[in-house]
């Protein structure tokens, strides 16, 4: 069966643009949630989607937001961007999302912003 | 706030040496604890803990769950050079779906 997959793998956009993300589950997960990871912060938790629908925020900045298709597939978009959104931004996808099953981490898109 | 806490920040061993990371944490409404494995890139699945599995094993690598005292361990006997790598903790609430809260990690280093 098929990892997670991220497009794209790597990104340098300059500040004030924004950006796209995508996240590809694994076959048959519904459930995709996606992290920042920064050296200072760690991975710390953006958002989490099920069935289309958003279930949990975390403490980021409106200019982050996501969605999720019929195919479970999810976007994350980062508008006006600032230098320290440069990050490894990785994506997980669990079966049910219920917190029952494991999250699998897809490579990661390492964004950069000058 | 919840908080997950992992100890020591970094290690270096020898090939062979037995190594135990740990893992504290502090949450409302505690569901499971996870171990990941990240090397230059995305974090491996290695276990995941519940009230109803307090202990996993696999291969060299086994993991416990004291939910009394709120803290993990991660064990690797006959540490290996493949098993440099940080070590990620993260723990799921109950009510939150599959939002985890992660550690710092614990950076392991094998040397020959």
């Known amino acids: 069966k098929a990892g997670v997959t991220q497009t794209p793998r790597y990104l340098i956009k300059t500040r004030g643009q924004q950006v796209t993300l995508s996240c590809s589950p694994i076959?048959?997960?519904?459930?995709v949630s996606w992290y920042q990871q920064t050296p200072g912060q760690g991975l710390q938790f953006l958002f989490e989607?099920?069935?289309?629908?958003?279930?949990n925020k975390g403490n980021f900045p409106g200019r982050f937001s996501g969605r999720q298709f019929s195919n479970s597939r999810s976007e994350m978009n980062v508008s006006t961007l600032e230098l320290g959104d440069s990050a490894l931004y990785l994506c997980?996808?669990?079966?049910?999302?219920?917190?029952?099953?494991?999250?699998?981490f897809g490579p990661g898109t390492r964004l950069t912003v000058t | 706030e919840d908080k997950v806490v992992q100890s020591p920040l970094s290690l270096v061993v020898h090939e062979g040496d037995t190594v135990t990371l740990n893992c504290s944490y502090e949450?409302?409404?505690?569901?499971?604890l996870l171990w990941y494995k990240q090397e230059k890139k995305a974090p491996t699945f290695l276990f995941m803990l519940?009230?109803?599995?307090i202990e996993k094993k696999s291969g060299r690598l086994s993991s416990i769950l004291d939910k009394k005292e709120l803290f993990s361990i991660l064990n690797i006997t006959a540490t290996q050079t493949g098993d440099s790598a940080v070590y990620l903790c993260?723990?799921?609430?109950?009510?939150?779906?599959?939002?985890?809260?992660f550690g710092t990690g614990t950076r392991l280093q094998v040397t020959l």
């Open positions: 997980a996808s669990s079966l049910t999302g219920t917190g029952l099953y494991e999250q699998y």
């Open positions: 076959s048959g997960h519904r459930s």
């Open positions: 989607y099920f069935s289309e629908t958003q279930r």
């Open positions: 949450v409302t409404n505690f569901r499971s």
């Open positions: 519940t009230s109803s599995g």
């Open positions: 993260a723990v799921g609430k109950f009510g939150t779906a599959s939002k985890l809260t």
